[in-house]
Structures are given as C-alpha cells and as structure tokens.
C-alpha cells in the first residue's frame, strides 16, 4: 500500500519560507495566456526575446519596470506547444518556463518566484468561484506516485511556500496547501491522496515551478484563483470554461496588489 502523506515530514529547506529583506527583482511564472494577459497589460509589461539557449522553447518573457512600492517584475508564460497548438500547461513546461526566467543571463536573478494562476477548489473547504488562495505552508504532488523504498519523499514533492500569509490576510485572501498533478480531473486515487495531504487548491504547475526554483535557492510563493469547484455536479472542463475570464481578471487584481506590496517604498 502506498505510505501516507505525513505532513510533518521535513522539507528540503525551511530557510526558502522566509521573504527576502529586500525584494527587487520578482518572477511571475503563468501557464495559459489566457491567465497572463491581463496581469500583462495591467503591469505594461513589455515582451523580450527568451536567450538564445532556450530558443527552441515555447516560453514568452515580458518585463515591467519598478514603479512605486511594486519591484521589478518578468513575466514567464509557458507559451504554447508548438506540436499541437494549445497552451503548454503542466509540470513539464513550467519546470521549463521556471528554469529560464532564473537563468536570463543578463538580468539580476530574481529575488522571489510566483506560481500565479487558476485551480480548482472544494466545496467542502468553503471556497467559491473566484476566491484566491496563497500557498502555505507547502507546495504538494497529488499524482506522482513511486512506490519504493525510499521515494515517497520525492513522490510527494512535498516543497516550502514562502511565507506570504500576511499579505493574503490584508486582501482578503485565504492560505493553505497547494497540490499539484498534470490532470485536469480528480481520479480516485488523486482524490484520496488529496484528501490525505489536505490541499485547499488543485492546480497543474506550482510544485514544479516549486521545485526549479528551490534548485537554485529562490524562494517560491503561489497564487492561486478557484476557476471550477472538483466537488460540484457540473463537470470541471465546463465550470472551467465558463469561469476563466472571471477568474483571470480576479487573478490580475490579487496578484498586481500583492506586487504592489512586495518592493520598497519609492
């Protein structure tokens, strides 16, 4: 039987929850363009060309200057699939997409990551279309199971959120775990496993963004807006078709205040 989710277990680093003393340099990394644009278009972000190392990759980069109290920001968007065509969500882009926008070369490394999007959420957790989320205390993997001796730790995934509850407390926002897999359903044994390692919001990206960015010493926090409730009678592919314009724009809203929040007084 596979072990269960004991969520005491240590992490890879605590220190990684603590924000920086001085944040300058923020990374937002988003799935769906979908999602972006509108965080884009309020930031005035404007586009750069990826390095040349990661030509061949789909990722699209935009940077907003500091303005006020908001630091530095490039935006990290995983880009679409060039084989297929739709927008290139899930562990496998993400890790990409994060792996990039920490290595530009030519740009400060930044100070803090964010995995921003939408994700499903639960009924019985209180939560509604719309509400966001700030990972805390960790990021979660609800669908990679390995059962042998020895991997359950990196099964689990189990990876520090920074410590962002304040500021989701002053907006309005609730906190708790964020549980990642690379399906857009809730299968039975995800939703067992989910139950076991108490996720408040299922989503496709954080934990891999989670784990690049905790590779190279940065500290990650996660936003996360509810598009689709997994408990409801209505099926996921529509509530989340129905509710992400909604979602996105509430998205936007959450996450420029949150940056707002993050720099130093001008």
Known sequence: MPVAYDRTMPTSDSTLSALPPRISWVAVVMAMEEEAAPLRAALGASRIDAPAWAAA?????????????????????NGRDPFSGVAAIGTT?????????????????????LSVGTA????????????????????????????????QAFADGCLPAADLRAH??????????????????ESPTDRARISDNGGVAKEMEAAAVAWIA?????????????????????????????????????????????????????
């Open 57 to 77: 990759l789909p990722v699209d980069l935009s940077v907003a200057p500091a303005s006020g109290t908001r630091p530095n920001v490039v935006l990290a968007v």
């Open 93 to 113: 882009a993400a890790a990409l997409t994060t792996h990039v926008v920490l290595n530009l070369g030519d740009r400060p490394t930044p100070d803090l990551v």
């Open 120 to 151: 499903g959420g639960w009924s019985r957790h209180g939560s509604s279309i719309g509400d966001t989320y700030f990972a805390w205390p960790h990021f979660v993997c609800h669908d990679r199971r390995i059962d042998l001796p020895g991997f």
């Open 168 to 185: 989701a407390a002053a907006l309005g926002c609730g906190s708790g775990i964020v549980t990642t897999g690379d399906s857009l359903d």
């Open 214 to 266: 905790h590779l190279h010493g940065v500290p990650v926090g996660g936003v996360k807006t509810i598009t689709d409730l997994v408990d409801s009678d209505v099926a996921t592919p529509e509530q989340f078709t129905a509710n992400l314009a909604v979602a996105s724009a509430s998205l936007q809203r959450t996450t420029l205040s949150l940056l707002d929040r993050l720099g130093p007084p001008s």
